[in-house]
Structure formats: C-alpha cells, structure tokens
C-alpha cells in the first residue's frame, strides 16, 4: 500500500511539472501567430536533422576538421608551393627508382603491326626478365615468394596450360574445373575443422576472401535493420578491411592492441560493440607482427551478442592447420571455436599455389548466400556469380587442386616444421641482441623488430644494402621478416641473424644518429599528420606503376638506398 501510495504522489509531481512547463511554452508563444510557430518548428527539425548528419558520419568528425584545417593551410601560397614541391621531389624519386630501363630500353606504346613468331616473343621476354635485380630465389626476401620450387613450377605450368581456356563461369562446358574447385573448398574446410554444413568458394586472392565476407555480413546486417554496419576489429587487422568497408559503404572501427602482447585489446573490443556492429575480425595472425589474436575470447563475445565472427587466417593459414602435427601446436583458432562463422586463408602463400588463389569459407550455407550476387531479370539471361569476378582463369584453380594434392598432408606438414624452427631459431636470436625488440611473442612466421634506443629503419636501410628484402612497418616503427622455404635452406637464417647483430653492432656506436634514404622516408610518412599527403604520394606511386615515359632523372634525390621495398 505504502508504495503505491508514493508512486501517486510522484505522479502528481510529475503533473505538476508539465502543466508548468504547458504554460510557460504556451506563455512564449502567446505573441507568435500560427505560421511563425510552424515555421520555428520546420527550421528548428531541419537544423537538428543536418547537425545529426554532420556529427554521426562513417568518418570521425575529428577527422574530417583535421582534412578541412589542412586543406586550408594548404591554400596558402608559401606553404603550399613548398609542399608541392616536396611531393613532386618524392614523386621524380619514385619514379627514377621503379622506371628506370636498362640502356637501349623503351617502353612498347602500340601494337606491332607485324605479330612476332614465338621465338621473338621469347626472346623479348627475356629482356624483361634482366630487369630483375632483387634475386629472391636465395632467400633474402621478406614473404613474396613462398617456395619456388622447381619440380613444381614444372608441374603447375604444365596443368594451367591444360586448362589455360577454361573458366568456371561456364560449368556445363567445364566440368573438371568445376569439380577441382568443390574439392579445393571441401579440402580446406576439412583442414578447419568445418562440419557438414560447412562450405565456401575459391576467390583471386585474400584481398577478395575478406571484401566477399564483409559483403556477406553487410547484407545480413540490412536485413536485421542496421542503416550504418560496422566492422569491428584491431588496429592490426590488414587493410584490405579498409578496402571493404571504402566499397561497401562499412564504417571500420579499430580496436586498440594490449601493447605488450600486440594481441587485440578483448575489454575494448567488447566496450564498442552496439546497435550497428556487423561483424568481429581476429588474425590468425595478423601480418605486422605475427600474433594470433585472442579468438576463443573474441567468439565468446559473438555468441553473447549473436554476432558473426571472421578470422583471417590469409597469410598463416596453410601454416597455422599443419602446426599441431608439425609439433608446434596452438590455441584453437578455427571452427572448433563456437562463434568463428568464417575464414579466410591464401592458397597462394603457404598452400603453395600460384598467385591469384584464395579460400573464403563459412561455417554454414546460410552465410555464403549473403556472399553470392544474383541479376534474376537480366536480358541475357539470369545471371549468378559467387564472388566478384564473372569470368575466372580456370587454370589457376586447377593449379591449386594440383598443389595441394601434390604436396599432401605430409608435404605440408614437412614444409611448416622447417619454417615454423627456422622463425623460432631467428626470434630467439633477436631476442637477444641489445637494443632490438620483438613485438609481442609470433608463434607462426613473422618476426617483427623495433627499438627503443635507436630509429629501427636505420637497421632497415643497413639490411638492404646486404642484400636483405624485408617488410617496413608504422605505428610502431618497425620491420619484419616473414619466413618461408625459401628462410630454411642451408645457412641463409643463420645469415640474417649475423647481418643483424653487425649492422646493430654498427648503429649502437651512434644510436642517435638520424636516418637517411628509404628509412627516412617512412619514418617521416608515419609523423605527417595531414594522411591526405601520403595518400598523394601513394597514388603517385600508383601512378609509377603504369607509367610507360622514360624517367628524366636516373638520379635520385634521397640519401641512402633508394630502392622502394
């Protein structure tokens, strides 16, 4: 009784409220005619509609004023003039560095009017091939090229020739093709742990693996009423989820890293979770530094809030599968977690395959349909495709399923116990040396360096003048060498770890000294806080890739090695 007796009173209070609040709007109003008031009204809507668009945009609003205040000091002559002299200078560098021919060289600007034989073909081709100058067969390169074999090599030249014309767009008339790629899907499902329902499709490469998943979650997030889907994930997760979230109309929202173990930050990851979350990332691992994030704890998160969660295993994943019969066995990462829905893993890094080749695949159906694009009224016909591409080089997917069945469960198996010792043996090893860092603890393949003591692209500068290829890093400065057969022949790990205890040996007789060359301009790209500037440059660098004018200068302005990495 006694508390329905205080409900009533609140109630009264709350009447109490309103009726002054009744009169005192009527009181204010009691001047203003009738189209004044609704016209007060449909401003006053407007306004609060434009500033609701102008705060909640997929770009922060801190961004966007941080470009606006940029683009205006930009507009001022001085400052102006000189940065576009800075980034023209940066531009001629790239292009003395990635243009340059061998003398008598030019570039090919129009059909010959005479098509050459074979054998004039061949020898152009051979031309070309002189402009090589990174030798990656020795192993000296960071990733790039996983094995290289040539018994292989032979192998899958010989199977895309036979299936150079196919394309599996065309099932009826290429049947083979059709069932080589059902098996490559089955086999990799099988080698995650899918069950019966699992499923998936063979895509170009990880790039179109992680947009085809993003794609699938978007849709699945329209249909439950998300208007702006996001993708959660870390700060470390490969850029190919900005990609998606760019063509996709996503907002990507990243998720810091605990900065010891470089592992995604699950508390933070949990804070931003709401309304409009449509997915979850992990790495498995994720390329900067090589860690395998939290995933068990992350798909504990997707199942409480029935969330997808996609793990992109593209760079380890042919690796991370073989670990635990190779001897080095891991947390679980795959669809033995309740709440990871799908994986993306490169046939073509270490599955061995030729490039163009990826899986994308599901824990069930339900979720590959939202990946599919269907056209049912087209004039020619209805039209359906799996993934980005209509028409597909059957050939590659051939070569795929010949890798895979080539090398078999104990090829793979073989190939990860060398690379996995061979990544251990050079972690331990830099561990070890003062004044070097590894980030976090990579348990796959990549090694990433830093330090505290001294700018780490000066390590990276000396490395390439021996002969080194390695991966350059930001936000923290860093390096990485991702190690692949090629890391485990005889003698080459052994090299690395003593080219990098001399060069640091080296550096810590001037650890303060500034950094020149390549190093220098990466560490500069990463203290630029106007990004629209390295964005420039960057398609600029686009730009050098499909250039076919002769470089003005073979001189470069910047000190030090000049190569771009």
């Not at 795929?400 to 061979?422: F, L, Q």
């Amino acid at each position: 009784m006694d508390y329905w007796s205080a409900l009533e009173v609140y109630k009264e209070m709350l009447l109490l409220y309103l009726e002054e609040g009744r009169r005192q709007v009527n009181s204010l109003c009691r001047d203003l005619e009738p189209w004044q008031i609704i016209g007060a009204t449909f401003i006053t809507t407007l306004g609060v509609v434009w500033v609701k668009g102008f705060l909640f945009q997929p770009e922060s609003l801190t961004s966007r004023i941080k470009k606006q205040c940029f683009r205006l000091i930009r507009k001022i002559p001085f400052i102006g003039m000189a940065i576009q002299t800075q980034l023209l200078k940066a531009l001629d560098d790239m292009s003395a560095s990635l243009c340059t021919l061998k003398d008598g060289m030019s570039y090919i600007k129009q059909l010959p009017s005479q098509g050459l034989s074979q054998s004039q073909v061949l020898d152009r081709i051979r031309e070309y091939e002189t402009l090589n100058e990174v030798q990656w067969e020795k192993g000296w390169v960071s990733g790039a090229v996983y094995w290289g074999d040539e018994t292989l090599t032979k192998l899958l030249v010989k199977v895309y020739g036979d299936f150079a014309w196919s394309n599996p767009l065309h099932p009826d008339i290429f049947p083979g093709v059709r069932k080589m790629e059902a098996e490559v899907v089955r086999m990799a499902c099988t080698l995650f742990h899918g069950g019966p329902d699992s499923c998936g499709t063979v895509t170009s490469g990880g790039t179109e693996s992680i947009l085809m998943a993003c794609k699938a979650y978007r849709d699945m997030a329209y249909e439950r009423g998300v208007k702006h889907p996001e993708i959660l994930a870390p700060v470390s997760v490969h850029a190919a989820f900005d990609k998606a979230a760019h063509y996709f109309g996503m907002k990507l929202v990243h998720v810091r890293l605990d900065p010891k173990t470089m592992k995604v930050d699950v508390k933070a990851m949990k804070r931003a979770i709401n309304k409009n979350t449509a997915m979850l990332v992990c790495s498995a691992p994720q390329f900067p530094h090589g860690v395998i994030d939290p995933i068990e704890e992350v798909a504990k998160l997707a199942v409480r809030y029935s969330l997808p969660l996609h793990v992109d295993a593209c760079l380890g994943g042919f690796l991370i599968v073989f670990m635990a019969k190779a001897g080095y066995p891991l947390a679980p990462f795959d669809f033995r977690v309740k709440g990871v829905t799908s994986i993306s893993a490169d046939t073509h890094k270490y599955g061995y395959a030729p490039k163009g080749s990826s899986v994308i695949l599901y824990s069930d159906k339900m979720y590959r349909h939202y990946q599919y694009f269907v056209a049912p009224d087209w004039q020619g016909g209805i039209y359906a495709s799996p993934s980005v591409a209509g028409s597909r080089p059957g050939g590659i997917i051939a070569a795929c399923w010949a890798t895979m069945m080539h090398m078999g469960e104990n090829g793979y198996v073989d190939a990860t116990r060398k690379i996995i010792s061979t990544a251990r043996k050079i972690k331990t090893e830099i561990s070890k040396i003062e004044g070097v860092l590894v980030f976090g603890d990579p348990e796959v393949s990549v090694v990433a360096m830093g330090s505290d003591v001294f700018d780490i692209f000066r390590l990276s500068n000396g490395l390439t003048s021996k002969g080194w290829n390695l991966n350059t890093l930001q936000f923290p400065s860093s390096i990485h060498i991702c190690c692949t057969v090629l890391h485990t022949r005889p003698g080459v790990a052994d090299q690395f770890i003593r080219d990098v205890k001399d060069q640091v040996a080296s550096i810590m007789e001037n650890p303060k000294e500034k950094t020149t060359g390549m190093g220098a301009i990466y560490g500069m790209a990463q203290s630029i806080p106007d990004r629209s500037m390295v964005t420039e440059i960057s398609r600029g660098f686009l730009d050098c890739l499909y250039s076919t004018e002769v470089a003005k200068s073979q001189t470069s302005h910047m000190n030090g090695n000049g190569k771009a990495h």
